[in-house]
């Protein structure tokens, strides 16, 4: 680091207020849980079954998928529908306000994989140091 300070501008001047962040701290709370965007991800293949999405994701419980399910749909980003079928039929589908969530998850995962070596690294270099 060179030592200045530089500030970081943007076409904008946001004043960071409580009422300001709210709406990008709820947003990322919800999508930055250990199952979300799994879910989102897999849901862009197209309407899944509820153990469709649990046989996809390795270690979730069946209460941890129901939680963050309806957490999704409570959001907006996944429609839920029930098939009346013995035992019932549970299929998800992401809304078109959840389709546009792909583009920044999949832009975070392209990031990620072109980082995750400097990241490791960088990981390596600081943990010697303890």
Request: aromatic share 6%; proline share 5%.
């Amino acid at each position: 680091m060179s030592g200045t300070n530089k500030r970081v501008t943007t076409k904008e001047s946001v004043k960071h207020t409580e009422q300001s962040c709210r709406p990008i701290r709820e947003v990322l709370n919800l999508v930055g849980d250990k199952w979300s965007i799994l879910i989102v991800a897999i849901l862009d293949g197209g309407t899944k079954r509820f153990s469709e999405i649990q046989h996809s994701i390795e270690g979730i419980s069946q209460r941890m998928l129901t939680r963050t399910l309806r957490e999704l749909e409570r959001y907006g980003l996944l429609t839920r529908r029930v098939e009346p079928t013995v035992p019932p039929s549970v299929y998800y589908t992401l809304t078109p306000l959840g389709k546009t969530l792909l583009v920044p998850i999949k832009g975070l995962a392209e990031w990620a994989r072109m980082n995750y070596p400097k990241i490791h690294e960088a990981q390596e270099k600081f943990d010697k140091k303890l």
